[in-house]
């Protein structure tokens, strides 16, 4: 989501002194090509589809690097592993019966957001939503 291009996440990384080595350029680079919320074992098994050989401890150090630079976000959809994605303002909804992830940003729910917090005396740092659902007509 967002559409951002890999020259624009390399220059996040710049400005945030992160050095774009040839393994976290593949990284933002798998993550970039299917934005489908991988796993570790997923985007390695990506990597290795590209011809890169890296060993896991590889690939956890450099999704460590960019998730503390906020490039990269580590989310968890309710049980199971954490899933990685490009660091764009956006929101989630899961489909439970399928475990599909959609995203999808609504200026809505971010302004109404911004207005909660402001009557409450705050502003939003960083948010979270997520919506769990099935679709419509199906039983649960």
């Keep these: 989501m967002g559409g951002l291009s890999l020259v624009e996440l390399e220059n996040r990384c710049h400005r945030r002194g992160l050095r774009v080595t040839a393994n976290l350029r593949e990284i933002l680079q798998a993550l970039l090509a299917e934005p489908d919320h991988p796993d570790v074992d997923s985007l390695r098994e990506r990597l290795r589809a590209r011809g890169r050989r890296v060993c896991m401890a590889t690939v956890y150090r450099n999704l460590g690097h960019l998730i503390a630079a906020g490039v990269v976000a580590e989310q968890h959809f309710g049980p199971g592993k954490a899933r990685y994605e490009v ?49 419509v007509g199906e039983k649960t």
């Design 87 to 135: 660091a764009t303002p956006h929101d989630h909804l899961i489909d439970i019966s399928t475990g599909k992830i959609i995203e999808f940003s609504e200026p809505r729910l971010n302004a109404l957001e911004d207005e909660i917090a402001a009557q409450m005396g705050y502003r939003i740092l960083r948010r979270r939503l997520e919506f769990y659902a099935v679709p």
